[in-house]
Nanobody, 129 residues
Framework: QVRLVESGGGSVQSGGSLKLSCGTS?????MGWFRQAPGKEREGVAS???????????DYADSVKGRFAISRDRYKTTLSLQMNSLKPEDTAVYYC??????????????????????WGQGTQVTVSS
């Protein structure tokens, strides 16, 4: 089982930026960021996948496209989420997750909670208006 630890959460005003990081205990395959707001279901935010040729594929939820950017280091052990132009509706606990290496998924699958097996403990992001 892969151990995941998120960091970088905090409080920011609307329009501000935050960068989340997720450290892993080892090499992993597809990784993603998810969030869960109070009273709501956990939802996919962004995912990243690299194939054997090291081509990188990223998928984003419509609500964050153009504002958030997912990336990971060359060793594929640290995942990041740069969040810009934050809005109050981005307030949530953010989780990183991973699944074993495999074939590339569709965007819908890559942003589905059920596609991932290992999860971090989450980090709180609060955006005030």
């Amino acid at each position: 089982q892969v151990r995941l630890v998120e960091s970088g959460g905090g409080s920011v005003q609307s329009g501000g930026s935050l960068k989340l990081s997720c450290g892993t205990s080892g090499y992993i395959g597809c990784m993603g960021w998810f969030r869960q707001a109070p009273g709501k279901e956990r939802e996919g935010v962004a995912s990243i996948y690299s194939d054997r040729a090291n081509a990188i594929y990223a998928d984003y939820a419509d609500s964050v496209k153009g504002r958030f950017a997912i990336s990971r280091d060359r060793y594929k052990t640290t995942l990041s989420l740069q969040m810009n132009s934050l809005k109050p509706e981005d307030t949530a606990v953010y989780y990183c997750a991973t699944r074993p290496p495999g074939r590339r998924m569709t965007a819908t699958q890559a942003l589905a909670v059920s596609s991932y097996g290992d999860w971090g403990q989450g980090t709180q992001v609060t955006v005030s208006s």
